[in-house]
């Protein structure tokens, strides 16, 4: 069981770490705000006091129930649960208490006194009071509503955890909760037109217009992103893990339009400073947890913690206008939904835990199976015995030739099949080397060859 107080590296390390943020968040004031700065510090302030509640409320989790068997371990002690909620407030409080920084230049003009001796108000201006149409409304809506789709989405992971609520009634909750960022997107941008590939441009067009089939594509990604995450889990750090990757690329991609190199302002220097602001503090928490949950994991993370990270690559995707480049960093993830949805949507059987099986005498990770309790029907049949023949399953078929059993569908049990049987921190190390090459690339189809099908790449708008 993990222990509920910091020893004294811990603690002065935290503190001081604690302490770095709060003088630089106290040093942005003396200019205009450094929104940028502020996020950094606020990540640091975020992932100290996660770590420390991870630590603090272990026990008191445990007692109220929410603790799970590791089973992947020759002895499968109980660990608490669902700490990713606590992760997940403590973002929510961090990016709340930051709505001043990056408004701070904006508050202080367009306010009548606000702070700012330095600029001359007019009589006119007076008589009307604040300033009001100099603040940027637009980006607030866009920060509040992202806010409000966060505390949606973790609300049905807590539920999630704490009352295990069917597949076929929490996949379209994400959905509901996206409406938020969906209204403030309609109100504020509404761009339904997308750019036409180089080839199809005689025949459709520049832009084509999808209407409210981009709305409906951008509620799919909402939905798509928490539960994709959730699916691929099952072994010690791979959601938090996954998640950190997948940030990290967003991050770098980011920078890109950040760069003194680019020309400025960029069109897109908005929203991406957006992103950053949302990411940064994910980072900042994330860390502290996947240093309780990396093998030998101290503590389960819990669906909330999966609903939650899959709902801020969606806001930042969505409200960043990169959702295409936000898929291509996904790509592990729709493998890994598609190689699934046979069991997903129970065209071969699916047990309750489809992660990989212990084997207590090698101390190795094998490929889990799953039984049929009556023959396949022969297209399936012949689609799991082409898949067999190709490397992508295992089967086991008895002397009539019937199939009696093969191996679950999911990405972690491929990467089993592919290597052989190995440990669990080699194999969520494995599909994280997986995850980091499949970004770079998608980065680079997306910056370099996506010029082979579009006129130019936003990048160098």
Not at 225 to 235: Q, T
Request: charged residues 15%; positive net charge; glycine residues 6%.
């Amino acid at each position: 069981m993990i222990s509920s107080a910091l020893n004294r590296t811990e603690q002065i390390s935290l503190l001081s770490l604690t302490s770095a943020c709060i003088a630089v968040l106290a040093n942005t004031f003396q200019g205009d705000g450094e929104p940028l700065l502020a996020s950094l510090a606020f990540s640091g302030i975020g992932f100290s006091f996660s770590y420390c509640l991870i630590r603090w409320l272990g026990s008191t989790f445990m007692k109220a129930g929410l603790k799970g068997r590791d089973m992947a371990k020759l002895k499968a002690v109980e660990i608490p649960e669902t700490m990713g909620a606590v992760c997940a407030v403590v973002y929510l409080l961090v990016i709340i208490v930051f709505i001043p920084f990056p408004f701070y230049k904006d508050i202080v003009a367009a306010t009548s006194g606000g702070g700012n001796r330095d600029v001359v108000v007019e009589l006119d201006h007076v008589n009307t009071g604040r300033l009001l149409h100099r603040f940027p409304h637009s980006k607030l809506a866009s920060y509040l509503s992202a806010i409000l789709s966060l505390q949606a989405v973790v609300i049905l992971g807590v539920g999630d955890d704490l009352f295990d609520i069917r597949w076929r009634h929490k996949l379209l909750i994400p959905a509901l909760a996206s409406i938020p960022m969906l209204v403030v997107y309609f109100v504020d941008f509404g761009v339904t037109q997308v750019v036409v590939p180089l080839q199809l441009q005689p025949y459709l067009g520049q832009l084509f217009d999808l209407g409210w089939l981009y709305y409906a594509y951008m509620a799919a990604i909402a939905i798509f992103c928490p539960n994709s995450i959730n699916i691929l889990a099952g072994i010690n750090g791979i959601e938090v893990s996954q998640s950190l990757v997948i940030a990290l690329l967003l991050v770098f991609n980011d920078a890109l339009f950040l760069t003194p190199f680019m020309p400025y302002p960029h069109p897109a220097t908005d929203s991406h400073m957006f992103s950053l602001y949302l990411l940064l503090p994910f980072i900042g928490v994330s860390t502290a947890l996947w240093a309780h949950n990396w093998y030998p994991a101290k503590v389960f993370v819990g669906d909330t913690y999966c609903y939650f990270a899959g709902m801020v690559f969606a806001v930042v995707g969505i409200m960043g206008h990169f959702s295409k480049t936000l898929l291509l960093l996904f790509v592990p993830q729709i493998f890994n939904f598609v190689y699934s949805a046979p069991q997903l949507f129970r065209v071969v059987p699916c047990p309750r835990h489809r992660l990989p099986r212990f084997n207590p005498r090698t101390g190795l990770l094998e490929p889990s199976t799953t039984t049929f309790r009556s023959p396949p029907s022969l297209p399936l049949t012949f689609l799991l015995k082409s898949l067999h023949g190709l490397r992508l399953l295992r089967v086991a078929a008895n002397d009539d030739g019937q199939i009696v059993e093969c191996t679950n569908l999911t990405l972690l049990n491929l990467w089993l099949i592919w290597w052989g049987p190995m440990r669990e921190d080699r194999l969520a190390l494995g599909i994280l080397a997986l995850q980091t090459c499949i970004g770079l690339l998608g980065l680079l189809v997306r910056h370099r060859l996506a010029l082979l099908v579009f006129r130019e790449d936003n990048i160098r708008v």
